[in-house]
């Protein structure tokens, strides 16, 4: 998987490289994120489908994700005072944050 991902990013450069200077790092990253997020996300729930409890594991991983993003909104609406990155997303809280690892952890 690695080896293939490898390509595959050296490929997307290759093909982005004709088009010139301009907008070069732009396009290169979005593509380079696009490809590793599903490509890499895909492989991982293929591993974990693997094991013999693998489809309880892709359970738990779903509902570890959901319990993070309800943590994290209850968190910022209730105690968020705090602005993480005001000028990225003025609603984003240090307390939403902290509510949301505190609960996918749990």
């Known amino acids: ?6 390509l595959t990013v050296l490929a997307t450069l290759v ?3 004709p088009g010139g ?7 290169a990253t979005s593509g380079v994120f696009c490809l590793a997020y599903l490509f890499l996300m895909g492989s991982f729930v ?3 489908l693997d094991n013999p409890d693998g489809a309880w594991r892709i359970v738990a ?9 309800i943590g994290g909104y209850a968190a910022g609406v209730f105690f968020g005072k705090h602005p993480m990155a005001p000028t990225i997303s003025p609603k984003k809280s ?5 509510g949301s690892m505190i609960t996918g952890i749990v």
């Open 1 to 6: 998987a690695a080896a293939v991902l490898a």
């Open 15 to 17: 093909y982005r490289l």
């Open 21 to 27: 200077a301009d907008g070069f790092v732009r396009d």
């Open 46 to 48: 293929v591993r974990m």
């Open 61 to 69: 991983f779903i509902v570890a994700t959901i319990a993070s993003d």
């Open 94 to 98: 240090w307390e939403g944050f902290a």
